[in-house]
């Protein structure tokens, strides 16, 4: 991943090379663009904490299985509480998602929970 500054930085690097230190960092004069790098840093976290809800939605869905019985020609769930409570949960969750102000990222994600 390469990353590119602002720029006003003018800089290029691949902060995942063998060859980027310390040295690096003060060469490139970053220290001059520390609120903007706290700044992609905190909205990049922020995102994977979206990322990862969103994962884990999917992973509760799919380990999910519906204990069905047959009542009256068709079949009816014995068991809804597991159920309930995901939906609990997750409705909270994307809720929670669409306030946020990184949501346009995931809005397509966040839809089609809402929606299924």
Not at 48 to 60: E, G, R
Not at 61 to 77: F, N, R, V
């Amino acid at each position: 991943m390469c990353v590119l500054l602002p720029l006003h930085a003018c800089c290029r690097f691949e902060p995942a090379a063998a060859s980027f230190t310390l040295e690096s960092v003060v060469s490139l004069r970053l220290d001059q663009h520390a609120e903007f790098i706290a700044e992609l840093s905190v909205n990049a976290t922020k995102e994977l904490a979206m990322d990862t809800s969103l994962a884990a939605i999917a992973v509760t869905w799919e380990g999910l299985s519906l204990d069905l019985a047959e009542y009256k020609g068709t079949y009816k769930l014995r068991s809804t509480e597991d159920i309930f409570a995901a939906l609990e949960d997750n409705s909270v969750t994307l809720s929670t998602m669409k306030a946020s102000k990184y949501y346009l990222v995931f809005e397509k994600q966040v839809e089609h929970w809402e929606s299924t």
